[in-house]
């Protein structure tokens, strides 16, 4: 299967979900905490997908849900998203 499909990208073992630090990083700039439910509830995305992102659980990243993220944590699809080379990469370099 190729690692495009229709509006989002099949996840490699490299790709890895870093909304979990972002998500801290908001809850201690604006000194409370934030739940999935607001999360949801102010960007439209589904709890459960919030709950994936946060868990490193994501198999599909849709361009729609990662823009609507990025207004919400301020930030740009490469924060939400990051590589992470895999052991080979780090052996070879």
Known sequence: M???IKQGVNV????R???????????AKE??????REV???TGVAASTISAFMNDKVSLFYAE????L????SCEPGD???RVPDESERIAA
């Open 70 to 73: 990025c207004v919400f944590y």
């Open 17 to 27: 979900s870093n909304l979990q630090v972002l998500h801290s990083l908001k809850e």
């Open 2 to 4: 190729s690692d495009t």
């Open 65 to 68: 849900t990662i823009d609507r």
């Open 12 to 15: 490699n073992m490299g790709v």
């Open 80 to 82: 939400i998203i990051v």
């Open 40 to 42: 949801s509830e102010k």
């Open 31 to 36: 000194a409370r905490r934030i739940t999935y």
